[in-house]
């Protein structure tokens, strides 16, 4: 049996694949089989031979009849690639917005009683929740297993299985998710003072429960919100963003405009930086490219990046301030209590 | 109890006043004053997260916290075999006759598998295969399919049916043990969930209106006309019994001293489908019919031999150490009688009378599964004038 393996995108290919077992008919082969022949939209529709004729047109049926099937889903998107070309012409994006506008960015801390610390944090659709434990003492198998890094926190990420569009199941050993962790964990670690709190631990345990992009970025913000809600002193807020750029590497677009805070469709379409420094100042504490980009594009989407990270601050700035008077206004800390006065606010007392 | 902490950290003076206060007759005292059929008060909230068909979150008092969300997918309904339908569900379709009636489902066509629905839990600080959090995912779940409610309503046609995925998160770290608030936070997302409407008719290959605003609820509002029996999901209740007193969701403390902790399933009896031209009147706590589903036993903190118990006093090993005559013998002796005021680890089982008790109390009418499907209609209700 000659029935593709893997998937093929291109039509023609799988007709030939298909053409090849003669005897296979479209209605008893299985869902998998059929999966094969999702193409996007936008394929370039080949003319086949007379002899895959019929099959083709049972493909065209295939697709149609899946089409149909699964575009059930709440919050599914259409499956149409993002035309970057239209950025030119008003210079808008797809949701609307300029090029160095963030999206909507709304946060909450203190949402859960029983934790030191917690936060909750929407960029655009991503939103995230971060539970803070501790500090609490190093219990022994976590000395045995660390001992070689001495490192105070201990990051933990759970992405739930509906948080993307199709549900997908979470699994233990996703090397994206460690990665994310150990980013997220390096960068703080470089924050916090950790020599306040000598064989301690703090775990910070990152809910994620819906995707739009800049995921990263909002895993360090609700973190930085979450620690300093649990007071745990640090020398000033982390804060992420991302930045990509309007065409992609392929393009030798000399006109290419950076982007601020790109959603999931701009992501999957152009190349991006995630972005994290430390409180207002250009002091980059984490950088991470994982798209192919060009070196002359680097500077302005590192520049523009690291003035989201300013608007972030002063929006997460804004949060704490404002849970911090109203905390005074229930009477809950003393008014003397207050922390910075001014511009700066080093640290939070508990 | 692996989801919890298997240490616990409570003075042996502690547990013994603890004891002793919750097992004063006629009503026991409970460390945070309620009574002992009481809940503790939670903050619930439905359709939080636009991505998924139905979501809820609640909040108990103490801070324990969680989130479930719903996704279905249009699955192909694998073609019927002899071993399709598993024997305990054969038995349960002959049990009820309630929904034959106008369920419009053919009598020949019942497919329905257990494969369709499925359920993660996600505990922080715990591996998704750890066998705690696994045994209270299996809980829920159990309690889910044997109702044979919710896979009726997945069905589409004889060949497609809606495969379901239920997420559930404990935000916060395990206080006590989050069954109770798993499963009504998950009874409360199966309420929200909403299906795509259905345009193709008979067996076709399905359509769905694109139209959100036209789906319909898994299980439709009282008072709806609906073609679908009003049933509600099932809840599982937590009941622990210290002595002959029997109290309801049990905290961490009250674990501790516990001599036998029951999980209870309870669903309503599915009552006949409403007519098509008449409206029903939402249902009241007296007329609505509750059934058990499952019994399951957990072995509370109580049970477990404390750290740093030597052999040789330890009654799980009988008092016996490898090689060496008992030095202690008292250890061997089945039962000493207590000391006022020094706490002892139950030993034996528990008479049948409290079991049966602690199911009873849970199952009666103005009962405290009553109490709690009120008060969940409650929520329901709230979020539809909000819509």
């Known amino acids: ?75 599914r998107n259409v499956a149409m690639p993002l035309d970057t070309s239209t950025y030119s012409m008003a210079l808008l994006r797809v949701d609307g917005r300029r090029w160095n506008e963030l999206r909507r960015l709304h946060a909450q801390i203190r949402t859960q009683s029983a934790s030191d610390g917690s936060s909750y944090l929407e960029m655009g659709h991503t939103k ?18 660390s001992s070689s890094s001495s490192s105070l926190l201990d990051v933990n990420i759970s992405i739930a299985g509906f948080s993307s569009v199709d549900r997908k199941r979470p699994s233990r050993t996703d090397k994206r998710v460690s990665e994310m962790a150990f980013t997220v964990q390096q960068s703080l670690n470089k924050a916090v003072h950790a020599a306040i709190f000598p064989n301690s631990t703090i775990s910070i345990s990152l809910t994620v429960l819906s995707q739009d992009g800049s995921l990263l970025a909002s895993l360090f913000n609700a973190a930085t919100l979450a620690l300093v809600d649990a007071g745990i002193p640090m020398s000033d807020y982390v804060t992420a963003c991302t930045s990509g750029s309007t065409s992609s590497y392929a393009a030798a677009d000399d006109a290419a405009d950076p982007l601020l805070d790109l959603n999931r469709q701009e992501e999957q379409e152009l190349p991006f930086l995630t972005v994290a420094t430390l409180g207002g100042s250009d002091r980059v504490c984490a950088l991470v490219c994982e798209s192919r980009v060009q070196v002359s594009r680097l500077e302005g989407m590192l520049a523009v990046g690291v003035d989201g990270c300013k608007q972030v601050r002063t929006l997460l700035d804004r949060v704490i301030r404002e849970r911090g008077a109203k905390m005074i206004e229930e009477g809950a800390i003393a008014r003397g209590d207050v922390v910075g006065a001014g511009d700066e606010m080093d640290t939070e007392e508990d | 109890m692996a989801t919890n902490q298997q240490q616990v950290l409570i003075s042996p003076a502690e547990l013994a006043y603890l004891h002793a206060s919750l097992s004063l007759s006629p009503e026991p005292i409970r460390p945070d004053g309620r009574s002992s059929t009481q809940f503790r008060p939670l903050v619930a909230e439905t359709d939080i997260l636009p991505g998924t068909n139905g979501s809820a979150r609640i909040c108990f008092a ?205 669903s309503e009896e599915p009552t006949k489908p409403v007519p098509q031209d008449t409206i029903a009147t939402p249902k009241q ?103």
């Not at chain 1, 434990?133 to 297993?145: C, D, N, V, Y």
């Not at chain 2, 937590?238 to 001293?257: K, R, W």
Request: proline share 8%; hydrophobic share 40%.
């Open chain 1, 1 to 75: 049996m000659l029935a593709p393996a893997k998937p093929i995108n291109c039509p023609l290919a799988s007709c030939l694949a298909w053409s090849a077992c003669p005897t296979k008919k479209f209605t008893n082969c299985s869902d998998s089989e059929l999966s094969l022949f999702r193409l996007p939209p936008s394929a370039p529709v080949t003319t086949p031979s007379t002899d895959t004729i019929n099959r083709f047109d049972l493909y065209l049926r295939a697709t149609s009849v899946l089409d149909s099937v699964f575009s059930h889903s709440p919050a």
């Open chain 2, 285 to 387: 706590a007296k007329d609505r019919a509750l059934r058990l589903l499952s019994i399951r036993s957990i072995d509370p903190p109580s049970r477990i031999t404390p750290p740093g118990v030597p052999n040789g006093l330890n009654p799980a090993t009988n008092g016996e150490v490898a090689g060496l005559q008992p030095k202690h013998a008292e250890a061997r002796t089945a039962e000493v009688p207590a000391t006022e005021g020094v706490w002892k680890a139950p030993r034996g089982g528990v008479s049948r009378s409290v079991l049966s008790a602690m199911v009873f109390k849970a199952l009666e009418k103005g009962g405290v599964a009553d109490e709690v499907l009120d008060g969940l209609q409650g929520v329901e209700m709230a979020s539809e004038i909000l819509e």
């Open chain 1, 128 to 145: 995230v929740l971060c539970v803070v434990t501790g500090p609490t003492e190093k219990l022994a198998s976590q000395r045995m297993a």
């Open chain 2, 62 to 266: 103490d801070g324990s916290e969680a989130i479930v969300g719903v996704k279905v997918e249009v699955e192909k309904t694998k073609p019927k075999a002899g071993a399709m339908i598993n024997p305990e569900e054969g038995k349960e379709e002959k049990g009820d006759t309630g929904v034959e009636g106008g369920g419009g489902f053919d009598d020949d066509k019942k497919n329905y598998s257990n494969d369709w629905v499925e359920l993660a839990v996600d505990i922080p600080g715990h591996r998704d295969d750890d066998p705690g959090t696994a045994f209270l995912g299996n809980m829920i779940l159990e309690a889910l399919l044997e109702d044979g409610e919710l896979v009726k309503r997945l069905r589409i046609n004889s060949r497609f049916h809606w495969k379901m995925y239920l997420d559930v998160l404990l935000i916060s770290q395990p206080l006590s043990y989050p069954l109770p608030l798993l499963s009504l936070t998950t009874h409360l997302a199966l309420l929200s969930t909403r299906l795509p409407c259905l345009i193709s008719e008979g067996d076709e290959d399905p359509m769905f209106d694109d139209d959100w605003a036209a789906s319909t609820n898994l299980y439709p509002p009282r008072g709806e006309k609906s073609k679908l029996s009003t049933s509600r999901p099932p809840i599982t209740l937590l009941v622990m019994s210290v002595g002959h007193s029997i109290l309801f969701d049990p905290t961490y403390e009250e674990l501790a001293v516990a001599d036998a902790v029951l999980a209870v399933s309870v």
